[in-house]
């Protein structure tokens, strides 16, 4: 009788372990996907005041997007706790500012990262990847996404929010152009790139 007790005791520990997820009792779902971040979750994207910066928006409180700043912009960039700023131009671009914007973030104690798109398309896939990891990690956050206008700022954030976070091509078009996306050309593309492809089997 002990014998078959300690069995039943053994089988009813190791049904209890499975329902908590393992030993740890931590349960596998415990942490969302990486896919769908907690901080997009009931955020739109809407208009912002941002200094000299053009066309700024923002999508709550996580990311700004905005055309070029200027060095008159990094005080209220402070107050806006931002800690890191991508831009999207191309050297060559940036070459005719008259400052080196990279530096002058750094010394303003901010991450700068120079991730040229050009007008070329699809974009590149490296300088894709790597926009989308510095997106979807919140510990960038603040974080400010800016172009020359904000037009190229808002194809990329449209083709992220598609990409990454799973959103219907109506609605991250509609995103992209309330982050500043103008270029009907853009617009095409998502189109191009988004859309459901039908099946070549479906022809025979």
């Known amino acids: ?41 009931g955020d739109r994207v809407e208009r912002a005041e941002l200094g000299s910066i053009i066309n700024a928006s ?21 107050e806006k706790g931002v800690k890191t700023v991508v831009n999207l131009r191309r050297p060559q671009e940036m070459e005719q500012l008259g400052f080196d914007e990279g530096q002058i973030l750094q010394e303003a104690g901010m991450e700068y990262h120079l991730i040229p798109f050009g007008h070329e398309l699809p974009p590149d896939e490296q300088a894709y990847g790597q926009l989308a990891d510095l997106l979807d990690d919140p510990r960038k956050h603040p974080l400010l996404l800016h172009c020359a206008s904000s037009n190229r700022v808002g194809y990329a ?11 219907g ?16 050309r853009f617009e095409a593309h998502l189109h191009n790139l988004l859309l459901p492809k039908p099946d070549d089997r479906d022809d025979r």
């Open 58 to 78: 923002r999508f709550g409180d996580d990311i700004y997007f905005g055309g070029q700043l200027q060095p008159g912009d990094l005080a209220l960039l402070r």
């Open 169 to 184: 091509l109506s609605a991250a078009v509609n995103e992209g152009k309330s982050a500043g996306m103008r270029s009907p």
């Open 1 to 41: 009788m002990k014998r078959i007790a300690f069995t039943s005791l053994s089988f009813l520990a190791a049904l209890m372990a499975l329902s908590c997820g393992g030993p740890s009792g931590e349960s596998s779902s415990a942490q969302p996907p990486r896919s769908q971040p907690p901080w997009h979750e």
């Open 157 to 167: 954030w449209a083709l992220f929010r598609a990409k990454q976070h799973h959103l």
